[in-house]
DNA sequence: ATATACTTGACTAAAATAGTAGGTTTTTGC
DNA sequence: GCAAAAACCTACTATTTTAGTCAAGTATAT
């Protein structure tokens, strides 16, 4: 288990898609343009996300992404998971021995702690998180924003991004 | 707070500190042997350890570090907290707003979640870590190898590498 | 005095993170 | 059928963090 802000970009992205696709899916490029994640990025993210089933893909127009389950059945640790890279255990795997048949020094000691703080945020959900009242009223107040920048896509990035509320970096200094 | 590879060093550098500097001051030389973590790269780490007053330095010839406190009253996210970068909360640092004046929105959440596993891994100690049995046991045959070693001190660094368990890499896969 | 060992700063190398660029499919709507 | 929208894919670049190296100091026990 890994904290970095790799999964605190994921963690929003997944938030961005559990309030504001209820109704069908959204566009990468959307969440791109209310959390100021850059589109590649974002698209190398989803990959992860999408091989996990953590999202549903609908391609052509009009596509975009979906949760690929209830956002009450989807927690913070499986996301973190997910586009972390490989938990590197090279060697005494479960085992329980390493370096030449000597017991594992302190390797039941860090298993525990990595399981426990994993379990910690197996136990937090998506749904928990949308369910502040907060986040709810500010994600509105995004929507009446895309509204007016779809109505007016002429306009420039730097309006957007300055006015536009960051979930992001909001998360960014917490972790 | 964050979790990388740089705390699992501390920690474990820190470790082996609380198991052999009881009797007298460890040098980071003895500490790099033993955890093959490279001399500078835990100069760099102690550094920061000292201004914390986790460990204590004497210098002169059988100098070394020592534990700043009893090990039961060091905690492994002070360890982490020490050398881990300034917590970079740029925005929105406790007052609940940011962005304008509008709501932080999923402030509090990753507060609360940062809080919980800092507040998790505050209630582990060095000694809880070391009082597990198989980490005595394997530190005593460690401790063995460095009489050996420094008794034949023209050996090859291969030997002492390839021999001598290394804490750190045993640490390394797990968290 | 002098060897020991901490201390500091500047520098380099490697890895992970983040972002760019350019394409290819797939699907929808005209 | 065609054009546009979007996912999807690959390769490349830039930045930051980690990790390690080097060299010149400073303090101190013997």
């Known amino acids: 288990?890994?904290?970095t802000t790799k999964g605190r970009y994921a963690v929003t992205a997944m938030l961005d898609l559990s309030i504001n696709a209820k109704k069908g899916p959204v566009t990468l490029s959307d969440i791109s343009k209310r959390q100021a994640i850059s589109l590649s990025y974002l698209e190398q993210l989803f990959s992860k996300l999408r091989k996990r089933d953590l999202v549903t893909s609908v391609r052509g127009p009009g596509?975009?992404?979906?949760?690929?389950?209830?956002?009450?059945?989807?927690?913070?640790?499986?996301?973190?998971?997910?586009?972390?890279?490989?938990?590197?255990?090279?060697?005494?795997?479960?085992?329980?021995?390493?370096?030449?048949?000597?017991?594992?020094?302190?390797?039941?000691?860090?298993?525990?702690?990595?399981?426990?703080?994993?379990?910690?945020?197996?136990?937090?959900?998506?749904?928990?998180?949308?369910?502040?009242?907060?986040?709810?009223?500010?994600?509105?107040?995004q929507q009446e924003r895309m509204k007016q920048i779809k109505a007016n896509e002429a306009q420039d990035q730097d309006g957007i991004q300055g006015t536009s509320v960051n979930l992001e970096r909001i998360v960014a200094n917490s972790l």
């Open 63 to 141: 596509g975009g992404y979906m949760l690929g389950r209830k956002d009450s059945d989807i927690d913070v640790a499986e996301i973190i998971d997910a586009v972390s890279e490989s938990l590197d255990s090279t060697q005494c795997k479960g085992k329980g021995d390493c370096h030449g048949g000597e017991i594992c020094l302190t390797h039941h000691l860090w298993e525990d702690l990595s399981a426990q703080i994993h379990k910690f945020l197996s136990n937090i959900t998506l749904s928990d998180l949308v369910s502040k009242r907060e986040i709810e009223q500010i994600a509105r107040s």
């Open 1 to 3: 288990m890994r904290l």
